[in-house]
């Protein structure tokens, strides 16, 4: 078996940035991103009834960031507040339109004291390569079947799968900070993020029988049940789910030099200029 590719890509991007107007709290920023890219995806293998045909892919993206400081205060328990959105769009020539739009919030109601609250909503698309990477069949992977328990001699195809669908990534995060004191630097953190994916893009699962249920034409056997062959290229999974909670202490303090290296280098320095140093 042999497979072949070559990926050419050529990418372009314009960002720019600047005030828009005036608030309370200071001036209102919009970030705006217009770019493309052109790839070339040429692959082929040997083996296999329909050759793999070229793939190209041209790109156009564009994308919004709006930031709006609203409150700036010195009174307690108001502190500052500041707004963030952003709108994305892609067009992609070879698999059709994705699109990402997000917002938050940061409230500072005192110095020490910082809450920041986001929501992002984001599609993406396979890549050229989990699309059109060449199907290459090697027959002879050693797997382990977890249905039966055994190790199983296989026929393993991989490449690309051109019946992928777009991902869609919806993510919470809340965070919150403390600062109490200065010295010494001292800083509590505890921030939480939600994850839900549909269609995330992934590997195959192993051999279990929860992904044979859900991909049952991956997995070929015999008439005893052997498992005999796997369709390894990627799919997509109809949801997934994460919840992370993390926290933690941050601390800091500046060590003092240590007497013997600033003796070190006052002795340097009177070997090199005897004089002293030239200039004021």
């Known amino acids: ?148 328990g055994v190790s199983a001699q296989v026929s393993y195809l991989t490449g690309g799968n051109p019946a992928l669908a777009k991902a869609d990534v919806r993510e919470w995060r809340l965070g919150l900070t403390v600062k109490p004191f200065q010295k010494p630097n001292v800083t509590f953190s505890l921030d939480y993020t939600g994850t839900r994916t549909e269609n995330g893009i992934t590997a195959l699962p192993a051999v279990t029988s929860a992904s044979a249920a859900a991909f049952g034409a991956r997995y070929t056997r015999d008439g005893a049940g052997n498992l005999i062959a796997v369709d390894a290229r990627p799919v997509n999974i109809a949801q997934q789910r994460s919840d992370v909670l993390r926290w933690g202490v941050n601390f800091s303090k500046t060590l003092k030099t240590p007497q013997a290296q600033i003796d070190a280098m006052r002795a340097y320095m009177r070997k090199r200029f005897p004089g002293g140093p030239s200039g004021a």
Request: overall charge neutral; aromatic content about 6%.
């Open 1 to 148: 078996d042999r497979a072949r590719s070559n990926n050419d890509v050529l990418t372009s991007d314009l960002t720019m940035n600047g005030a828009l107007f005036r608030l309370p709290a200071g001036d209102a920023s919009l970030t705006a991103r217009v770019g493309g890219s052109l790839s070339h995806l040429d692959s082929s293998s040997t083996r296999i009834l329909t050759p793999t045909p070229a793939l190209k892919r041209t790109l156009g993206v564009g994308s919004l960031s709006l930031d709006l400081p609203l409150i700036d205060s010195p009174t307690p328990f108001v502190g500052k507040l500041s707004l963030n959105g952003n709108a994305t769009a892609q067009t992609l020539s070879d698999f059709g339109s994705v699109r990402g739009f997000g917002g938050g919030v940061t409230w500072a109601p005192v110095k020490a004291v910082s809450f920041v609250a986001s929501y992002k909503d984001e599609e993406s698309a396979p890549t050229v390569q989990q699309l059109g990477d060449p199907v290459l069949s090697n027959g002879s992977v050693r797997i382990f079947d977890y249905v039966n």
